[in-house]
Every structure is written in C-alpha cells, then in structure tokens.
C-alpha cells in the first residue's frame, strides 16, 4: 500500500477529511495528515494522530517537530499527495508554488513523479470564479488529478456543485489511480 501525505485546508468539509483518513488507514495505506494553520483552529492534528497511527502536523517550527527539515521529510515520505478537502485559498498557493506554510513546502519538496490528488470543497459561487478555474486548471497541467466535486446542499445553505467527495467514493478512486 502507499504512503499518503493527506492535506488538509480549513473548511466546513474539514469533517470528512478525519474520515477518509480513518478508511484510508482501515485500507492498508500510511497516512500522515499536514493540516493548514487555519485547519487546525477547526480540527486538532491529535485527532488525526489517532485516527491513522501517524504523526499530524501543522508548523514546521511547532515545539513538538521532528526534524530540522520536516517538509522535506515529509516530501521524501509521501508517495501520494491527497488534499482533501482543498480551499480556494490551498488552490491558489498550491497553483503559484508558494511554500507559505508547511503543507506548502512539503508539497514542494516530493520528488517527481509523486502522484497528486485534489479535492476542491468550497461555496458554488467560488468554485466558478475565473482566478479558481485557472488554478486549478494550472495544476492539472502541472500534473495533479483534480477530484470533481460533487453536488447538493452546501454546510452555508446554498446547494449545487462544489461539496467535497464522500470519503468512500475518494478512496475508490485512490484505488483505481494506484491500481
């Protein structure tokens, strides 16, 4: 099985990411979790600990960190990228290359070839503006999967497309992807 560096982004979607790292774990892969500073106000990395058996980490300069490198630790590590779920603002640093935060450099130090997955989870109205298109279109050339979102009520009320996959359906499609 791989070893899935999941990243996470704040978002009311954030919920779903402790499951399908939970079914992921359940599944056989390693996973280590790399929440976005704003992420972990929601959710704490803790959770994440317990639920994979893997360290969860935040800020490279936390007082509980590893090394003195720990996102290139973590991008020797990975043999999967997993950002689920991924908010405009992830998009846009991930898109342009910027190392602002941990999960950003982390993503930056994997080596060639590492296989990288999207989820994009936010509003409708977000999702269709043209700076998120272009993102994301950026980092489907650049060689990421771009998960589809999927559709229905929105956690802010609005409904269409824009909801983070049911973790089943994104372990699924791991599967199929590393078949």
Same mark, same amino acid.
């Given at each position: 099985?791989?070893?899935?560096?999941?990243?996470?982004? %704040?978002?009311?979607?954030?919920?779903?990411?402790?499951?399908?790292?939970?079914?992921?774990?359940?599944?056989?892969?390693?996973? !280590?979790?790399?929440?976005?500073?704003?992420?972990?106000?929601?959710?704490?990395?803790?959770?994440?600990?317990?639920?994979?058996? #893997?360290?969860?980490?935040?800020?490279?300069? #936390?007082?509980? !960190?590893?090394?003195?490198?720990?996102?290139? #630790?973590?991008?020797?590590?990975?043999?999967?990228?997993?950002?689920?779920?991924?908010?405009?603002?992830?998009?846009?640093?991930?898109?342009?290359?910027?190392?602002?935060?941990?999960?950003?450099?982390?993503?930056?130090?994997?080596?060639?070839?590492?296989?990288?997955?999207?989820?994009?989870?936010?509003?409708?109205?977000?999702?269709?503006?043209?700076?998120?298109?272009?993102?994301?279109?950026?980092? %489907?050339?650049?060689?990421?999967?771009?998960? #589809?979102?999927?559709?229905?009520?929105?956690?802010?009320?609005?409904?269409?497309?824009?909801?983070?996959?049911?973790?089943?359906?994104?372990? $699924?499609?791991?599967?199929?992807?590393? $078949?």
């Amino acid at each position: 099985m791989s070893q899935i560096l999941l990243g996470c982004a %704040a978002s009311a979607a954030l919920h779903k990411a402790c499951d399908l790292a939970s079914k992921l774990t359940q599944a056989g892969h390693r996973v !280590r979790a790399v929440l976005t500073p704003r992420a972990a106000q929601l959710i704490s990395p803790q959770l994440f600990e317990a639920l994979t058996g #893997e360290p969860a980490s935040v800020d490279e300069f #936390e007082a509980g !960190r590893r090394s003195a490198m720990d996102h290139i #630790e973590l991008g020797k590590w990975a043999q999967v990228v997993l950002i689920a779920p991924a908010s405009a603002d992830l998009i846009a640093r991930l898109a342009l290359g910027l190392g602002s935060d941990l999960l950003g450099t982390a993503v930056l130090a994997t080596a060639p070839g590492t296989r990288k997955f999207l989820c994009p989870a936010m509003n409708p109205h977000m999702l269709v503006q043209p700076p998120i298109q272009r993102h994301l279109a950026q980092l %489907a050339a650049d060689g990421w999967t771009v998960v #589809e979102p999927g559709e229905g009520h929105m956690a802010c009320g609005d409904g269409g497309k824009g909801r983070l996959p049911e973790p089943a359906e994104i372990v $699924a499609l791991l599967k199929r992807a590393l $078949a």
